[in-house]
């Protein structure tokens, strides 16, 4: 452990004198800013069609509510769902609500009434979104429903019949959802990146052959390559989570604990990564576009930009080696929802078996004697 | 090196290195080619010939960092193939690149190597302070390496991979670039580390060098065409100087890049 400790004071110094450091230090601050309004899926201005064929208050009250919002603008009422269908086929109408006959009455009566919506789903990121607008919209409804109007007859459970959808993120904020995974992403990148550089810029500077003929282990050079950048990561979560704090408000609902023990697995995976490709290339170029080749995948498949459930089944397949995928998950389960060690077991196992896998072969490939 | 023994550690009877048709292949290249040698403790040994002659591959192999194709070397007493990681212990080595880090100081350099080799550190502290005063770095101690000039930086360099005192020190062209009055510094500090037993391997292209060696090997594609004292040399070949002897080999090589 002596040697290692040798090691880590080198990193130190030379991290000290290189502008990485600033890289290391600032990126992560400023990519969340920009990063997270680039990535705001909030959309404005949806184009509503009502087909209302009750003509009852609790109908109009129930436009009324989706007019309120800044999500949609009415811009027809059609008397019948078929001329609504020629809106969405036009591309004039985003969502089109059927307001059914008797919606008051079985609101009133049955204590349930249904509400149809039509989305358009040309856009399926849109369509997404405008059909989760409008349930939420219709949620928020029923609450208000129940006391107001219907209060003296609804006495037990009862009301809209609508998806639960976006329980965790109730006001259906963009940064809450994007923010944790963000801070994972961008913590990925950099770490991932300067980790595989600083090896293989010792291959080429001819540093690396210096150590190969000390009787340095190879365990105690990987961990002392591993352990600055390792320390790296859980100050990019720190100043992530403050922003998420600070400028998103983001709610940070679960353990905070428990994040950093996730994330103290989760980072020996890209970092494993790193040095498997720095000990497989000899020069920077090398290494870079190989790390680059990973991050994308990574990234791409990670669920922050499309859901996973979107994926083509080859892709949801493919995820199950997407280190970024589960610590995105479990960031999300522990920041918004809470969720205990138990609940996010499943994933844990899975960075576990990926990380033990990927590092026993960068230390099986790394060679202090070549062939 | 702070009165270090004549007598040093795994210092074994015999010769210090011992090669035996030791030879490395690149495919259907042959680098080294089944090249047999031996060198005694305290020795200075010299490794010439041209750019491309099979110098570097060579030690490198009896570094331990390069695997042999053929033929067995030993080093310190341990095997080269089998026993590299034994080997590493007991040698110092100087590599053609530069080896120190540029962006460290001199003072962290010296403390970052011997804390590798497992010096205690009150040893690194009074080899530190040896070694800058011997070399007269005192004023530079806190100055990065990048900024000395390539002469200090060989010297510091060579001191360096002595700290842990090694019983051989393996040089790949630890003079090139630097000037004259420099290089005679340098070989003043072979001359000490030889004379308290080390054994010192070194490479060069310097003809002039040549003459300081115990004995000179000349190695020509691969194969070491000659091996003897310098005089001894000179007498073999008719020849006035090292120059002469080293043109007349050379001239047939085919490997020269
Ligand atoms: N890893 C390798 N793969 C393939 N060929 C190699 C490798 N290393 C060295 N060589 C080749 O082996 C030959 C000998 O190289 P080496 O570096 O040992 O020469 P050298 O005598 O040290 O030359 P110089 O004086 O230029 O340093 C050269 O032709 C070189 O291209
Ligand atoms: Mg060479």
Redesign the interface.
Known sequence: M??V???L??EF??LR??RTLLLLLLAPVVQLLVLSNAANYEIRNLNLVVVDQDHSPAARRLVDKFQYTPYFRLVAVRPSVRAAEQDLLRDRADVVLVVPRHFERALVRERRADVQLLVNALNSVKAGLAGSYAASIVQAYQGEARPATVAAVLAGRGGLEVVPAYWYNPRLNYKTFMVPGLIFQIMTLIVMFLATLNIVREKE???I????????RKWQFMLGKLLPFWLAGFYQLSVGLLVARLVFQVPLVGSLPLLYAATALYLTVPLGIGLLISASSRTQQQALFVAFFFLIIFVLLSGLFTPIEYMPAWAQALDRLNPLAYIIRIARMVLLKGSTARDIAGPLGALLLLALTVNALAVWRYR???? | MSGAATQLPGAVAGPVIRAEGLTKTFGAFTAVDAISFEVAAGEIFGFLGANGAGKTTAMRML?????PSGGVASVAGFDVGRE??AI??R?G?M?Q?????????VR?NI???G????LRTTEIRAKTEALLGRLGLAHERDA?VGSLPLGWKQKLAFSVALLHDPAVVFLDEPTGGVDPITRRQFWDLLYEAAARGVTVFITTHYLDEAEYCDRVSIMVDGRMAALDTPAGLKQQFGAADMNEVFLQLARGAKNTE
């Open positions: 002596r040697i400790w040798f090691l004071e080198k110094h030379q004198r290189n500077i001819g540093t052959e210096q150590l190969n003929v000390t009787p340095i202090k004697t070549s062939g | 570094c331990g960092l390069l695997t590299p990681e590493k212990r040698i080595y590599s690149k530069f080896s120190l880090y540029d962006d460290l100081t962290e403390r970052f190597y804390g590798v080799y497992g990065l």
